[in-house]
């Protein structure tokens, strides 16, 4: 199981400010990412970590191209709305229709096996408060304290295999840090 030391290590923080968009480009007077980025191997399962109800699928598209990713959107029982982003185009769970009810566990899809604009490969995780609409973009919390340890680790690891190596990995005090070029970072 991996303790909070490993998941902030994949985990860049939450509300870092940022001066250049997805693609690389600068932002006039930069912003504040409210979400957190996951960075776990390409192509891993990413699963729903509570029970909840499947509310749409769309695309990301920051840099104006579908290749960003599918985004999942799930309702949790408290109403909260999560934002799962940069899956990829291929293996995702495409089966989930809106209203479906989703338990924990359930296969939302993989993340993204290529680059994403400059950035590499990652999941992009994200949470309105009940009642507050998903386009009110300033209205999203940080996700890890709802989540908690338990909660990440089902969201990464719900149905086994890659969840367990990257378990095995942290236990060791290794992360993969994939690149396009597959290097390795401890």
């Known amino acids: 199981m991996m303790g909070a030391a490993e998941i902030l290590a994949i985990s860049r923080n939450w509300g870092q ?8 480009k600068p932002i006039d007077g930069g912003r504040t990412h409210l979400a957190r980025d996951i960075y776990i191997a390409p ?3 990413v699963y729903a970590p509570f029970d909840g109800t499947f509310s749409r699928w769309s695309w990301s598209n920051s840099d104006g191209s579908p ?5 999942a959107y799930v309702k949790d029982d408290s109403g909260r709305t999560w934002r799962f982003i940069h899956l990829a185009v291929k293996d995702w769970a495409g089966n989930l229709k809106p209203g479906d009810r989703v338990k924990a566990g359930t296969r939302l899809g993989r993340t993204s ?5 400059s950035a590499e490969s990652h999941l992009h995780l994200d949470v309105f408060p009940a009642g507050v609409s998903t386009s009110n973009m300033d209205a999203r919390v940080d996700p890890l304290p709802i989540l908690g340890i338990d909660g990440f680790n089902k969201m990464i690891g719900g149905g086994g295999g890659t969840g367990l190596i990257l378990f095995a990995a942290a236990a060791a005090g290794v992360w993969y840090w994939y690149s396009s070029k597959r290097t390795l970072r401890t």
């Open 43 to 45: 192509g891993s399962w």
């Open 113 to 117: 096996t290529h680059k994403l604009g």
């Open 67 to 71: 290749d960003m990713g599918r985004i």
């Open 17 to 24: 400010r940022r001066t250049t968009s997805g693609d690389g």
